[in-house]
């Protein structure tokens, strides 16, 4: 439809799709807080489907979620989670996190720092997680904040747990990403990579099992 404007035909503005809205939201987040927010672009369909393959479908797991943001990965962790299970997001932004109550109800949002991962998932009542989704920018902290978060991610996995990671590609030779990958092997058993191409950028996809035990 057209509306008139000076005896032309001037097209209505098309209203925002979901997509392009969360693109928006994400974009702006990322360019307000660039050192919270791993890239400038939300994670694609095909990121969101091989980080769901690494999750529990079975029993009643419970999912946590650091650094979920705009949602992008959580309609697929909470569409491979079965109904008697559990899904925490813990976000930084607190106008992402008022975002993910509204667009995705049946995950736990919660405002708090990674940081502080033991403290929120005890005030939650969580003892213990079957499996940890992280989008934080992890080249981009220090490396006692580093070792801080995997500490607290190894303690509160099952010793059958399972933590997943998304960095970009590029950022893996930097000296945070190095720095990351070998606190990776320090922290757990098995540590697998795969790239997915179909994301802008390329992702780099880490898949870790077998919390080791604490370290000194």
Same mark, same amino acid.
């Given at each position: ?77 909470h569409t491979r989670l079965p109904a008697t299970?559990? &899904? ?10 008022? &975002? ?117």
């Amino acid at each position: 439809m057209t509306a008139q404007h000076h005896g032309k035909h001037v097209p209505r503005r098309m209203t925002d799709s979901p997509a392009l809205a969360e693109y928006r939201r994400f974009f702006a987040t990322a360019l307000r807080n660039p050192t919270t927010v791993g890239a400038a672009t939300p994670t694609s369909k095909a990121v969101a489907r091989t980080v769901a393959r690494f999750l529990p479908t079975t029993g009643s797991p419970t999912v946590v979620e650091l650094g979920p943001g705009t949602g992008s990965l959580s309609d697929e962790i909470h569409t491979r989670l079965p109904a008697t299970g559990r &899904h925490v997001g813990i976000e930084l932004n607190e106008d992402l996190v008022r &975002h993910l109550r509204a667009r995705i109800p049946g995950m736990e949002s919660v405002h708090a720092d990674a940081r502080e991962l033991r403290h929120t998932l005890t005030r939650l009542g969580v003892d213990s997680a079957d499996a940890i989704v992280s989008s934080i920018p992890w080249s981009l902290l220090a490396a006692d904040v580093q070792r801080d978060i995997l500490d607290q991610c190894r303690r509160v996995l099952t010793p059958e747990g399972r933590f997943t990671a998304l960095a970009c590609l590029p950022m893996q030779h930097s000296p945070g990403g190095k720095r990351f990958r070998a606190e990776l092997h320090s922290t757990f058993a098995e540590v697998g990579t795969r790239i997915v191409w179909r994301n802008l950028p390329p992702l780099l996809h880490y898949a870790c099992t077998g919390p080791l035990p604490e370290r000194d």
